[in-house]
């Protein structure tokens, strides 16, 4: 195997966001979402411990109060389905949002100076999630940072009320 086949192996080619649960969202919301999966599924490490067969898709979800990673091969098989406690998101979800939605409003009154500490907390907010999600995937998913961060970003998307 060469260093292309690896790559190849080591990564997501489809995500799927099931936001059933979470109920219909708005056409901005759905078109943030489907802009997070691009990128994601356009540039990822995604590799499974011990495990040779990707490259994979992924459906993220929500299940009874649990983040529900179904990890699959691209023809549709289930490999391994992860459940992950959402107690250690909820704190920066919640400051997340609010600074998301402080964000949003300040750019249409806000100086710059404002808009761009704003941004800056938001971004490390969401740096923070995704940490977070680093350290709970250890052992189970294996991904690098900006990885992992996208993958906040869908973790983000399916709490989102708008």
């Not at 411990?49 to 990890?71: C, F, K, N, Q, T």
């Not at 098989?77 to 998101?89: D, G, N, Y």
Request: hydrophobic share 45%; glycine share 6%.
């Amino acid at each position: 195997m060469d260093a292309t086949d690896e790559i190849d192996r080591r990564r997501l080619v489809a995500v799927v966001l099931d936001d059933a649960a979470t109920g219909q969202v708005g056409v901005e919301q759905q078109h943030e979402r489907q802009i997070a999966i691009y990128d994601l599924v356009e540039e990822n490490v995604f590799g499974l411990p011990g495990r040779d067969d990707g490259p994979y898709a992924l459906m993220i979800a929500l299940h009874e109060s649990r983040l529900a990673l179904d990890v699959r091969t691209t023809d549709g098989a289930s490999i391994v389905t992860h459940l992950l406690s959402l107690t250690p998101f909820r704190r920066i979800l919640k400051d997340y949002f609010l600074i998301c939605e402080s964000y949003y409003a300040a750019i249409r009154t806000a100086t710059p100076a404002q808009i761009e500490a704003m941004d800056f907390n938001r971004r490390a907010l969401h740096d923070d999630g995704a940490r977070i999600l680093e350290e709970r995937l250890a052992g189970k998913i294996e991904t690098d940072f900006d990885t992992a961060r996208r993958l906040f970003t869908l973790v983000a998307a399916l709490h989102w009320r708008g």
